[in-house]
């Protein structure tokens, strides 16, 4: 097959995927994504995720009052033929500019941050950490956060410096629970996560 080929061979895959997910019946309590040429179904998370969605997302609220940026969860990000839902992310107030053309998300293109919270489970720290961690470089956010209480006890991970050609960001940094994980860039810059928002160490799973 040459090279063409194969190039359309690829894109007619994600023009039928695309097509798929846009006509999907989610079944209540699951989002759907488009990662790496597959749709994802995957659970919405339990208490303890929905609480340090809120918590963040109530910080966040705080801090970006004024600055035209505001927390969002659960929203299609959409990058091409790829969609992604972060559990919380940072937009524009005003989102006319980056709406997707069909009206069915925010475009990557204008997402400063997003904030992905582990859920239990190999297959959920591997999406995470890994699948989507490919899927929000090579859509350019220009920064990825994990909060991960299986990560030896609980760590937030911050990511930046995304190489959309490698699929791969630049610069990781860990903190683990009970200390400051600081945002270093973009309309966030400066914002803490740390024990107000993911509680103290958690006994290893």
Known sequence: MSALAAEETVVNLDQQLWQAWKSMDVPEGFRAEIIEGTITLSPTGGT????????????LYEYLRGTGFAPAQDG?????LKVLIPDVFVAP?????????????????????????????AEARKRDHVLK???????GIPVYVIIDDYDD?????????????????????????GQEAVIPEGPAKGFVIGPDVTGERRPKS
């Open 153 to 177: 006890g609980g760590a937030v991970t911050i990511l930046t410096g995304p190489d959309a050609g490698r699929r791969a960001y630049a610069s990781s940094t860990r903190v683990p629970y």
């Open 93 to 121: 107030d005003d989102t006319d500019e980056i709406e997707h053309p069909e009206g069915l998300g925010l475009l990557a293109s204008g997402i400063p941050l997003v904030v992905e919270t582990v859920s239990p489970g």
């Open 133 to 139: 961690h490919r899927a929000y470089a090579a859509a």
């Open 48 to 59: 303890r995720h929905f609480t340090i969605n809120r918590r963040l997302g109530q910080a």
């Open 76 to 80: 299609n990000v959409i990058a091409g």
